[in-house]
């Protein structure tokens, strides 16, 4: 098993959510690995790795990684007054909608995942306010 | 017929009190376990980033029953210090740099391995020290 299923698995998230056509209609760029560019226009969604173990069994035979990620919707909030949570919370249920409860194979990986812990989150960064809406997923990666 | 008397001794108490202790050292072991694991983190991400990360933000909290008795513990960091949840989480430009959740899983690790791998002896090794038949060196 050469394959390294964390790196594999952030390319089968960062594929499998961006050809989502119902998810990518909720957003202006797109889905961002790590961190997300200052250029990035939004709604976005950032993925970020949140830890990893690996399940190993009698002969160090390697079944699985255990993986979490924080899946997260972003809004830019530019109104007044109270924010709207309403864009951003469809693209946190649509984030739902295709990782909990997931399972899928491709070439170099058999995955699944669910969601572990919802996510929400306000931030203000370089004075604007960024609405999070997602959650933690636990992915199991095994290289096929 | 001749009378045998024979002796019964229960050791039931010490084996109750030495499967508490090695709970309580379980716990105190992986919270110790998981405070180190987030400090070292949080150390690593200051190195890392530049931010001005205190890693002795982390701290143990321990539970105890109304006889004294530890039941349970948790690491956290206090309300002063809630920014650090931007770095565990990450926010849109600052990529995330978990410390909590890693160390929740070594503490569960180490917990575990505690409680399988030396529960048994520990037990047996204080049931036998409170009979008397070793002593502690």
Known sequence: MSVNEEAAAQDYLLAY??????????????????????????????????????????????????????????????????????????????????????????????VHSFREETFTDETVEGGDLFLHCGGTYRVRARAV | MAKTTVKLESRFPQAKKGAADAVTHAIKEALVEGQEEAQGRIERARDKTGYDLDPFVVWQKHFKRADGELEGGMIFIHSDWWYYKFFEHGTVFIPATPFMRPAHRKMRDRFKAEMGDNFEKFVTRRTRMSSGQVTRR
């Not at chain 1, 990035?40 to 990893?52: E, L, M, S």
């Not at chain 1, 173990?53 to 002969?59: I, K, P, Q, T």
């Open chain 1, 17 to 110: 959510l961006g050809a989502d056509t119902t998810l990518t209609s909720l957003l202006e760029s797109g889905v961002w690995l790590r961190s997300v560019p200052q250029t990035a226009r939004f709604p976005a969604v950032k993925i970020d790795r949140q830890d990893a173990s690996d399940l190993m069994v009698v002969g160090l035979s390697r079944v699985w990684a255990d993986l979490t990620f924080l899946v997260r919707g972003i809004v830019h909030w530019t109104g007044s007054g109270q924010p709207d949570w309403t864009g951003v919370r469809a693209i946190g249920d649509r984030i739902d909608a295709l990782l909990h409860d997931h399972e899928a194979a491709t070439a170099e990986l058999q």
